[in-house]
């Protein structure tokens, strides 16, 4: 594959972060042309419940200096030179409602770099911008850049009013440091200005493509549609992104962890039939971007993310799977995502806690809460086993309000 050619295919993850309605799947559409939100209630209710994916190949004028040298075609909208391709990012659409936090923190988990959207038309922050914020610094995503959206429908006075609002906001967080860009996603104002923050400002990650590979699963489907006749039948397809490693179309794949047969959860092994990044059919795929990969599963086991969360290697290469964690606990001082202020109590025993790692949600009760040397320190049991390794973060919400809310992030021992 020529160097032009590496260039379209996806070598970075963008995540879109932030409130509710405050413009996410809007700035993707307006960044790749696709809208990310495909499911039909999510067409139907205007709001995104599942990961949204969509690619974008930035391109760069040859002639035109910034502003307005970045775009996403092949000719400049400024000057209508030629551009030449920079880099191909996935971009990844979480939702921002209060009750779909799981999905928040599973999209985190796939994220290079974020952009973080807030709303000029209304006071920063609003719960959920709270929520997210956290969730960014509990992946260990400090590649940011905040939009701040809408301001076609606000003031100058507003705008700046919102922009002290914003610093105000980020200050002493791990997005203190992050351009603020002005934008109107629907207007497509200042896009430019955005595609040149990332370049600028969102380095291609360094990945190990000589070590075992492993894939993070955050979608799975049945690509057949009814009445689909017997023979024409294709395997089911999971969707993810390798953090590490390559996978070629013919390899032997372990997905774990796995299905439950019979009361107990076991691996499932079947073999790559077809790779897609950016809609290109691959045989071989490296790490970065994200992949859709076609197995010869029955699309029974794929349909409806029945795989979310697993991950994927080479069979005997995967970490083992945990049904009891010991968490090394690191709790906020506030509950973020709640009106007014309300800070996070310790960790109870027999309490009801839902957990997070990578790609994959799991409820647990907590067997033993306790201080050790100073720290507080939980045993959990887990409803669903987890495939994970010592020294991993694992996200910890628990129910306030009737909702699950992030609380803080555990370490496991």
């Not at 993070?216 to 999971?238: C, E, W, Y």
Request: aromatic share 4%; glycine share 10%; proline share 5%.
């Amino acid at each position: 594959m020529s160097e032009m050619d590496e260039r379209l295919i996806p070598q970075l993850n963008i995540g879109l972060m932030g409130h509710v309605d405050h413009g996410k799947s809007s700035l993707a559409q307006a960044i790749s042309g696709k809208w990310a939100d495909t499911h039909s209630e999510e067409i139907k209710r205007g709001i995104t419940i599942r990961l949204g994916y969509a690619d974008a190949t930035i391109y760069k004028c040859k002639e035109c200096e910034s502003p307005g040298c970045y775009c996403v075609t092949d000719k400049c909208p400024v000057c209508f030179g030629d551009a030449e391709p920079q880099r191909t990012v996935s971009l990844v659409d979480v939702p921002g409602h209060k009750t779909l936090m799981g999905t928040v923190l599973s999209g985190a988990a796939l994220m290079d770099g974020c952009i973080f959207v807030i709303a000029a038309d209304e006071p920063c922050p609003q719960p959920q911008t709270a929520e997210h914020l956290k969730t960014v610094d509990i992946a260990g995503i400090d590649n940011i850049i905040i939009v701040q959206n809408k301001i076609d429908r606000v003031s100058e006075e507003r705008a700046r009013e919102s922009y002290e609002e914003i610093k105000s906001f980020v200050e002493g967080t791990v997005a203190e440091d992050a351009p603020i860009i002005p934008v109107s996603a629907l207007q497509r104002v200042n896009v430019d200005a955005v595609l040149e923050a990332i370049e600028e400002g969102v380095p291609t990650p360094q990945r190990d493509e000589d070590a075992s590979p492993r894939m993070m699963t955050a979608r799975s489907f049945d690509v057949n549609k009814p009445g689909s006749i017997v023979k024409q039948l294709q395997g089911g397809v999971i969707g993810g992104s390798l953090v590490q490693g390559v996978f070629e179309v013919g390899d032997e794949i372990e997905i774990r962890p796995g299905i439950e047969r019979e009361g107990e959860r076991s691996p499932i092994k079947t073999k790559i039939t077809a790779m897609e990044k950016v809609g290109k059919n691959l045989e071989k795929a490296g790490p970065g971007g994200l992949l859709g990969v076609q197995t010869k599963l029955d699309p029974s086991l794929t349909k409806s993310d029945n795989l979310a969360g697993s991950i994927v290697g080479h069979p005997g290469e995967l970490p083992g799977m945990m049904e009891e964690l010991t968490l090394e606990m690191h709790t906020f001082e506030k509950v973020a995502g709640v009106k007014g202020e309300r800070d996070v109590e310790k960790i109870r025993t027999n309490e009801p806690l839902m957990l997070t790692v990578g790609t994959a949600k799991t409820a647990g009760v907590v067997t033993s809460a306790r201080e050790v040397d100073g720290e507080e320190e939980a045993e959990v049991k887990l409803k669903l086993p987890i495939c994970s390794s010592c020294g991993e973060r694992v996200a910890v919400s628990r129910q306030i309000e009737n909702k699950w809310r992030l609380i803080g992030y555990g370490i496991i021992k």
